[in-house]
């Protein structure tokens, strides 16, 4: 399996229906973010979400956060809330469910193309792409290299042409043969140029949160006035756990409120090292340090977008290595969804795994992160696709892999599975059939056979000695070749070219003043 692949001409079978297909690499389920049809996975009873929901509250109240950005010490000394002691900032409960409660319970990301819109909140459900990874996997290259620029594009390319892949997160690779001072330039240009969907901003300094919302903004065609009406783009934030925020994303994440963009706070606590070693201590903590950054939007500007993240798993207590995908991260994520709720703020949650390379291990954990998104009820799953080694690699395989999951869960929320109408109780169907024959031929199953079950783009499901006649093609392998035939055909979606220009021009021009600062 480990060997590089070989081009191979498509056979028969359905690989055989290139014809039908015409142009399309694969085919697949359309642009539809899915309505999560479920209840949700609720491990706690109303006597533990109130106990975790007063162990956030004594955090706040008897051990406070320590704020590292001046600026926002200053906003949370102005409000008049707060005790402030050096950095240490302590809020009562009654204070964090006022500003808690101004944030809207769902609100809508509009991006340059407004058909790629998605909303967060209610029942609706989101997948994104991985994001931040320094380094990049393939089966060609062989082994865990630095990314590079192409690598990112590539990344991006999938990240377009996935219609399961709904917003597009930070960097899918971090493009490390591009100077820091004016990676984000070259990257947003690219992401802004190569997809149309929801786009992301890090925070980490002034210069690069202004350049991007300048670049989005030029993307869309906005107008200043037009581009703070409501988000057409977001940001997503770590505390620097425990009990900290820093300065860079504060400051950020002050300049996206104040211009009514997308901001999702995500505390990344690793229980046993950043947060306590019991779940509900860790998540008690998570939502005390989200809970902080959402009171410090509302008090710039009441009313200001927010989601809170999660990010809670544990620690391998044997190496100090993060894990992923555990059932401990399973229970974390379906608590703090419970806890969303009752806040009644959207939520993130994640698709990760440990896993080094796109082996079973790194479908198996992935396959539990991502169902215990769907089951806490999560608004918008990061890192949905092509997460390897706790998010220190990327790799385009896995992307496709876990494409073929973010499906299943897509067809999985389809009403049609669960109709219940005539047609679908099937009496007649049944009464013909009547214990004599079989259902194949009838006009009940030749009216809907096209379209009555999921069909897999990379799963495999013939026989050992058909899959052994046409090569004994590894499901890694078949992802590398669809990944490579997606990055070959793929063609850009439409932009204006007088805005290609402008965003150009701009690149062109904040390169020469020198970009970013590279302290951050």
């Known amino acids: 399996m480990a060997d590089s692949p070989k081009r191979r001409k498509r056979g028969g079978g359905r690989a055989g229906n290139a014809d039908r297909r015409g142009s399309a690499v694969i085919e697949q389920m359309p642009w539809a973010p899915p309505i999560n049809l479920d209840r949700p996975t609720e491990p706690l009873d109303e006597e533990g979400v109130m106990a975790i929901h007063d162990g956030a509250m004594r955090i706040l109240e008897e051990i406070g956060m320590a704020i590292l950005n001046p600026e926002a010490l200053e906003v949370f000394r102005a409000s008049g809330g707060c005790t402030i002691d050096g950095e240490n900032v302590r809020m009562g409960r009654d204070f964090v469910m006022e500003h808690v409660a101004k944030a809207p319970e769902e609100w809508t990301i509009t991006p340059r193309n407004p058909d790629h819109a998605i909303t967060l909140g209610g029942r609706h459900l989101n997948f994104g792409n991985v994001s931040s990874p320094p380094s990049y996997w393939d089966m060609e290259i062989g082994k865990k290299v630095t990314g590079t620029r192409e690598m990112c594009q590539n990344l991006l390319k999938l990240s377009q042409y996935f219609n399961c ?40 300094g002034r210069e690069r949160v202004e350049d991007v919302m300048e670049m989005v903004r030029i993307a869309g065609g906005h107008s200043h006035e037009e581009f703070e009406t409501g988000p057409k783009m977001y940001t997503n934030i770590n505390s620097t756990s425990p009990l900290k925020h820093d300065y860079p994303m504060l400051d950020g994440w002050m300049r996206l409120a104040r211009r009514n963009q997308g901001l999702v706070v995500t505390p990344f606590t690793l229980a046993g090292a950043m947060a306590p070693v019991t779940m509900s201590g860790a998540v008690a903590q998570s939502i005390a340090e989200g809970l902080v950054a959402v009171v410090l939007a509302q008090l710039i500007r009441p009313g200001a977008a927010c989601a809170i993240g999660t990010f809670t798993s544990n620690v391998d207590m044997k190496s100090g290595a993060p894990a992923f995908g555990t059932p401990e991260y399973m229970r974390a994520t379906q608590m703090t969804g419970q806890l969303a709720r009752f806040y009644k703020l959207p939520m993130r949650a994640s698709g990760v795994c440990a896993a080094n390379v796109p082996d079973g291990q790194a479908m198996w954990e992935t396959s539990n992160s991502m169902w215990s998104a769907v089951q806490s009820g999560a608004h918008m799953v990061y890192h949905a696709a092509g997460w390897l080694e706790g998010g220190l690699i990327a790799s385009p395989e896995k992307f496709v892999m876990d494409c073929e999951i973010l499906q299943h869960i897509q067809r999985y929320m389809d009403p049609s599975l669960t109709a219940t109408g005539p047609d679908e109780i099937a009496l007649e169907a049944i009464r013909e059939v009547d214990g004599k024959g079989h259902y194949f031929g009838i006009q009940h199953t030749q009216d809907r056979y096209t379209t009555a079950f999921y069909q897999p783009f990379l799963s495999d499901w013939r026989n050992f000695e058909a899959w052994e006649a046409a090569g004994a093609v590894w499901t890694a392998q078949r992802a590398h070749q669809t990944y490579r035939d997606i990055v070959s055909s793929f063609e850009a979606p439409p932009m204006d070219e007088a805005i290609r220009e402008e965003l150009a021009a701009f690149v062109a021009r904040r390169k020469s003043e020198g970009g970013a600062p590279t302290d951050f």
């Open 165 to 204: 892949i709904h917003f597009v997160g930070g960097y899918p690779v971090e493009p490390q043969d591009i100077h820091a001072s004016i990676r984000h330039l070259d990257v947003l240009y690219d992401k802004l140029t190569l997809t149309d969907k929801v786009a992301h901003a890090y925070c980490l």
